[in-house]
């Protein structure tokens, strides 16, 4: 693997949003572009990128509350799949929510994505029997 794991940077946003897209991370209800704003003003050393040399070939949003971490947009591009990318990254986040204090990070896999469900179950994720709800305070779109 010739890749680095470093901050995402404001100058990566383009093609970190090119890639959600390409993997289909992005719904049309939610602009990548102020999920990016929002998290770098919150815990930028949290949102980070793989990156060979200028180009970003993955990507993991991971925040914390103060109770539990959390992951999003973890992603690697399709023609670097299987080079170990998605499982640095998401080490890479959870040592430093541990470096924070968290005791457990979370993520959200709609129910109907069996593939990536089975790609946390290999990284010893466990399925939860919580229900999530939500409601939006400031829409996107």
């Known amino acids: 693997m010739t890749i680095t794991i470093r901050p995402l940077h404001a100058a990566d946003d383009d093609q970190a949003v090119a890639l959600w897209n390409t993997v289909g991370l992005v719904k049309p209800w939610n602009d990548p572009h102020r999920d ?4 770098r003003a919150v815990w930028p050393d949290l949102l980070l990128a793989a990156a060979d040399g200028d180009e970003v070939v993955g990507t993991v949003m991971a925040g914390y509350d103060g109770h539990r971490g959390w992951l999003y947009y973890l992603a690697s591009a399709p023609h670097r799949r299987g080079e170990g990318i998605g499982r640095a990254l998401v080490a890479e986040a959870e040592r430093r929510l541990e470096a924070l204090g968290c005791p457990k990070v979370m993520l959200m ?7 990536v469900l089975e790609y946390y179950d290999a990284l010893d994720y466990q399925r939860e029997t919580t229900r999530l709800t939500g409601r939006r305070l400031i829409p996107d779109v």
């Open 36 to 39: 990016l704003s929002r998290a």
């Open 109 to 115: 896999v709609r129910a109907d994505n069996e593939p």
